[in-house]
């Protein structure tokens, strides 16, 4: 695709517009809750409206901008199937960990899964669609690859909101950076987007399968020891080394390759 001059410009538009309607439509929605159990109980109990606020904003921002070659085309299937193999090894922890502490009700289940999905859409057609292609129009791959995935991971910062705690929101940030690196990894080695909105979700599912039933755990008492800090970063960390891996096998500059 030729680069356009306000390609970037428009990007960050969408990203500050997205940012925005996400926010304010969730703390409407979650006026009143102070801590990361209430957030859980908001996902599990309804359509994360907040979230459908960013996929409408991003929809508008596609056809005002024209956005085209965002990677919704289907996958190859052959790649998909010989890369796949290794981040699904990386999910079966959370799911028989899940399995171990019991699952929650099936309607809990089904609105765990719808809002997992939304966010994986929102945030994929975001980052490694409109903000990944923006800079590729100025950038080669590499520095571009780096930007989203560390623009990615900053949002997450935000997470500060709900957990109360900035130095464990700046540690998931870090890790959603090292994620990031895969999600874009899969898109450009599979050619479509659909690939890192899938893995996000069932990732993102299987974390709060988890959470849902450990959330009310008393927490102790004082500051987090370290290991709280490094879990994140050392539970992403095969799958950040696996996109490393992946992308260095990439034989060209793929601009415009997953379009």
Known sequence: MPARPNLLFHALLTLVAWLAATMAVGALLREGAESF???????????????????????????????????????????????????????????????????????????????????ALSEEWMFRGILFQALRSRLRVWPAVALTSALFGAIHVLNAFALGDVRLAAAQAVAAMMTGLLLIALMLRTGSIWTAVVYHMVWNFGILLVVYQTANEPLPEGPLPLSAYLVPMAVVLPNFLFGLVLLRKLRHDPEGEHG
């Open 37 to 119: 159990v209430d957030v859980i109980g908001f996902l599990s109990s309804g359509p994360a409206w907040n979230i459908l606020a960013g996929i409408a904003v991003l929809g508008l921002a596609t056809g005002l901008f024209r956005w085209r070659g965002l990677g919704f085309g289907p996958p190859d299937a052959w790649a998909t199937a010989r890369l796949i193999w290794f981040p699904i090894l990386t999910l079966l922890p959370f799911y028989l960990i899940a399995l171990a502490v019991g699952l929650p009700p099936l309607r809990t289940m089904l609105f765990l899964a719808l809002n997992t999905a939304l966010v």
